[in-house]
């Protein structure tokens, strides 16, 4: 039986047997259509299948192939994962006759790799996935079109490779406006050699707006990662951003806010009319820390802070230091003392009034620390590097799919080594109509709704 034949057979039967289950009151709704979808699955397979051994046929008759490639095997079985399941389909082996190379021809014309086991749309979905969820928890969900590895997984991450942070197109036309925000901070993720490394994180924005009570939005974010990537580097992926995204001469300063680490304080070299401002959430860890043992110590601490006294501050930490005799405690007392005279402009920048705080330690949760670090497992470098990216392209508003779309097409076009003459493309197709010509239902006379799909799909 004609394989098209057999597909459309299929869904017909999987629609007639189902729906009368649902009128009989067999199954609901919701099996109903898990039901047809199967069948409908099933039958896709066949017709893919089917479509890459008529485009072999094509290949194999082409004028183009005969004169430049010998045949030298003829249906080689191969499979591929799909989003309807596994299709396995026969094609032809060649070889070239000037250079020796070797090549399934008909699979290089439609972008089907050399080892390739699974469609784009099958490895975008994984990437997708995999953004959110544990590389295992992505194979179980997709173990009916043939995944069951977490390490397939995996490796169409690194496959992917580590997105760049300039990836998602920015809009021509320039923005204006008076300040700039960027917030930069650090997610701790754990190596499979039981280490740990940092992967930074810094963001861009207007400011923000309140959405609802304790819910604001930041305005025109835009994020920037990298843990392989060094500091100078990564600072000037933000800087070409600002360039190119907003008109320079309407800005009259830019808030840098961090914990004051050195790879933060770096972007006041890259950042025209940048001012470095101190990250409130971690001063206070900082301020906790040192007066857990002189709770009395704390209040009048922060006021000496908030009211510019930087005398009065390091006097009291001296008198602090004095009542501490535990010499941990003393250290911590001694590392906050430093901290805070060292970054003490940083703080009272704080209080400006075109200040509107850090949120930092929020977005390296939400942004970063959900996947990488918040719950127990070991990356390699490159594969934190690559997630990190990937988390970051997806909050930026990019599109998995229609990167991976774009950067296939583009292998295609390189790879593409034969080309087909329209003559043998209108044989087949003359050919494929003959064949839903022939298919029995569609020729009687009773008209019925699979009759009327048949015939749509024939463009009646």
Known sequence: MNIIQEALEIIIIAYQENLQKALSGNINFNEFTKNLETELHKAGTLMVGEALETLDRTVKESK?????????????????????????????????????????????????????????????????????????????????????????????????????NEAVAIDKTKRDTPILYIEADEDHVALQNGSKDIVKIIYVHEGRQKISKGRNKLLNVRYFTGAKQSSEELWLDVAKYIDEAYNSETITKVFISGDGAFWIKEGLNWIAKSEFV?????????????????????????????????????????????????????????????????????????????????????????????RLSSRPKGWSEDGMEQMARLRVFSFNGGDISEYMMKRKETQIKEKRVIKLDARIIKKHHRISCETLDNITIMNIGKTNSASKWLKAVRGL
């Open 64 to 164: 183009d192939r005969k004169k430049n490639w010998y045949v030298e095997r003829i249906k080689d079985i191969n499979s591929l994962a799909t989003t309807m399941g596994l299709v396995t389909y026969k094609r032809t082996y060649y070889t070239h006759k000037k250079t020796k190379e070797y090549a399934y021809l008909s699979d290089e014309l439609v972008g089907i790799e050399t080892h390739q086991r699974k469609d784009l749309n099958v490895a975008t979905m994984l990437v997708s996935k995999a953004t959110d969820k544990s590389y295992q928890q992505v194979a179980d969900e997709t173990s009916f079109c043939g995944i069951h590895s977490k390490t397939t997984v995996m490796n169409e991450i690194r496959k992917l490779g580590a997105i760049p």
């Open 278 to 370: 101190l990250d409130k959430f971690h001063l206070a860890k900082y301020i906790r820390a040192a007066t857990a043992h002189l709770d009395y110590t704390r209040e009048p601490l922060w006021n000496y802070i908030y009211q510019g006294m930087k005398n009065a501050t390091e006097e009291l930490f001296d008198i602090m230091l004095s009542n501490t005799e535990d010499q941990h405690k003393r250290k911590v007392v001694l590392d906050a003392k430093k901290y805070v005279l060292n970054n003490w402009k940083a703080i009272q920048r704080q209080e400006s009034r075109e200040y509107i705080g850090c949120s930092a330690e929020g977005h390296v949760s939400h942004v970063l620390s959900d």
